[in-house]
């Protein structure tokens, strides 16, 4: 029995917790790999890009809440994400139509690139502060649960209660819809395979008469979806204030580099990786101790690694490791 409180005591602070956190990360690290394999240069903007389709979907979510329209158990913010994604969509292709073509067209190194995503960091930083402010936003809705903690002590007998709740159901849900369609959409459709091929060999897919414009313009598509969908999932699974998405952009850049910058299945392996890192150095286990060791043995402190106010310290350090010993990371040498 003692076993099984343990179970689910580690289930309810840390299984659970770092899947559905693994899968935000993933995602948000997916939009990162595929700007690095397409666009070849690391768009730092892209924490912010989470915040700005975010908040998008928050005001459309609102709006909705206003006119009594829900979804139900279900958050609303569901069906308020599809113009979440077309707004960012065209915010990102309004802004490499203005900015990074510039760049594009005058052959500019990576680096370049790269100093131009902070600009574009920054500006977009400011336009979501102006625009919804800097502190927290709530917008979730619906059944807070799929399962109680009391409801699921009540039918076990056991001490301990899991609980689930809505938004890590819905986060693991739609990450794997999401990762599926990318995943079908790049090997099974003719533009998902012009795509891949213009990642592998641009003058190559040029000469076979790929449309580059079009490549790039379907990639930012791709990443606002993805960069709305993390970020609105997060904004629910937590809240939503616009200066944590910038934090976000250390684990998410962390999960790409673990699993292989430009691999999209690296990308998915990475955001778990960071994930269940924060969650076990940052968890307190003298609770599931406790139940697995004779009394006498019981631990007097928490048993916690690090506070989880340092939490973005374990991606800085697994990253670094990386770096040093793995640069290509865990799937070297594979790409969209």
């Known amino acids: 029995m003692d076993l099984l409180n343990a179970l689910v005591a580690l289930s309810n602070f840390v299984i ?73 969509a065209a915010l990102l292709l309004a802004t490499d139509r203005v900015i990074f073509s510039f760049y594009r067209a005058q052959k500019a190194k990576p680096v370049v690139l790269v100093i131009v995503s902070i600009g574009v960091m920054f500006m977009l930083n400011g336009i979501v502060r102006f625009i919804i402010g ?72 040029l000469l ?48 790409a580099i673990v699993g292989g910058l430009g691999s999209p299945v690296g990308a998915i392996v990475g955001g778990f990786v960071i994930a269940f890192s924060e969650v076990m150095v940052t968890y307190a286990w003298k609770k599931v101790i406790a139940y697995v060791v004779p009394e006498a043995w019981e631990p007097d402190g928490l048993v916690q690694l690090l506070s989880t106010d340092y939490k973005f310290a374990v991606s800085f350090v697994i990253l670094v490791i990386v770096l040093l010993f793995r640069p290509t990371g865990i799937f070297a040498g594979k790409a969209v």
């Open 134 to 205: 800097p502190d927290d936003q709530r917008f979730a809705d619906g059944e807070r649960f799929i399962i109680n903690a009391r409801v699921f002590r009540d039918l076990t007998g056991l001490r301990e209660g899991l609980a689930i709740k809505t938004s890590q159901g819905i986060t693991l849900v739609v990450a794997v819809i999401a990762v599926a369609l990318l995943f079908w959409f790049l090997n099974r459709t003719r533009t998902g395979k012009s795509m891949r091929a213009y990642s592998d060999n641009e003058d190559l897919a």
């Open 16 to 88: 659970v917790p770092a899947v559905a956190y693994g899968a935000q990360l993933a995602l948000g690290a997916l939009g990162v790999t595929l700007i690095y394999g397409i666009l070849r240069f690391s768009n730092f903007a892209h924490g912010d890009t989470m915040a700005f389709g975010a908040m998008a979907t928050i005001l459309m979510t609102w709006w909705l809440q206003s006119m009594g329209v829900s979804f139900g158990p279900l958050p609303t913010a569901l069906l308020a994400l599809p113009v979440g994604i077309v707004v960012t």
């Open 208 to 255: 076979s008469g790929i449309n580059p414009e079009r490549v790039v313009a379907i990639t930012w598509i791709i990443v606002a979806a993805l960069a709305t969908l993390a970020g609105v999932l997060y904004g629910l699974d937590k809240s939503f204030k616009p200066f944590t998405y910038f934090q976000l952009l250390l684990p998410i850049f962390a999960s």
